[in-house]
C-alpha cells in the first residue's frame, strides 16, 4: 500500500471516529447526565466507523492459551505501577485522594470502562495498528498516538477528562503520556498478536487510577510522575526498538497478504 492511500485511509478513519463519537456523545449528554455513559457514548464512535469502513476483521483476538503469560503480565501491570502512584501520593507527595462515586458501584464502573476501552482498542491497537505495521515499528506507535491524543482533545476540551495544575501544561503532559502508553501497548500488542492484552493494560488502568482515586498535578494520567513510570516501562522494555518478531510479520504481511 502507498503512503499517500495508506494517510488517506487513516485520516479518514481518524475524521470519522471523531465525528461519530461527538454526534453520538452529544446524544447522550442530552439523554442523560452519566458521565460514564457518555464516555461509552464518545468511545462507540470508532467501533462505528470501522463497520462502516468493513474493517471488523482488524479486530484480531490472540490464542489465550499460548499467551497466558502474557495476559497476566497485561492483567497485572496496570495495578502495579498505580498501586506505586498511590503510595507515592500517600507518604512522599501531597495528596487527596478522589474516591469513587458511592452512587455508582465499582461493578457498574467497571463494565462501562471495559466496553469503552474495548471500543477504543479495536481502533487504535486493531484498525490501525495494522494498516500501519508496513511503515514500521516506531512510526507506526507514533502515529496512532497522534491520532489517539487528537481524538481525546474534544473530550478534554469539555471537561470529560480532568486536568489539574496549568490546564495546557496538563494537556501536553497528557498527550506525552499517551505516546508513551501507545509504545506499551504496541509492545505487549506485539507479543500476544491480539487486542486482547492491550484492552487488559488499557483498562486496567482506567480501572485502578478510579479505585486508587489517582489525583492531583503529579501523580494522575497528565501527571510528571505518571511520566516517569511510563517512559521507564518503554526504557526497560525498549519499546521504542522494532522487534525481530515485527519485521517478520512485516514481511509476511507485505509479501504473503
Known sequence: MKESTLIKKAFTFFLLALLFSLIFCGISILVTKDHRINILA??????????LLKGKEFAKIEDIK???KWLLIALITPF???TVLYLLGKYVFPFSPDPLDQNQNILYQTVFILLSVIF???GWRGYLYKYFTME???KMNLSISFFWALWHLPAILYGGYTIPGPFWIGVILFFVNLTLASFMLGWIRQKTGGILAPTLVHAGNNIAMILFGISGPLLNESGIIFTIILAGFVFFT?????PTLFQLNVLKQKYLG
Request: avoid cysteine; aromatic fraction near 22%; charged fraction near 20%.
Open 42 to 51: 464518545y468511545a462507540l464512535g470508532v467501533p462505528f466507523t470501522i463497520m
Open 66 to 68: 499460548k499467551n497466558k
Open 80 to 82: 502495579a505501577y498505580t
Open 120 to 122: 477504543e482498542e479495536i
Open 136 to 138: 514500521g515499528w516506531f
Open 238 to 242: 525498549k519499546a521504542w526498538k522494532t
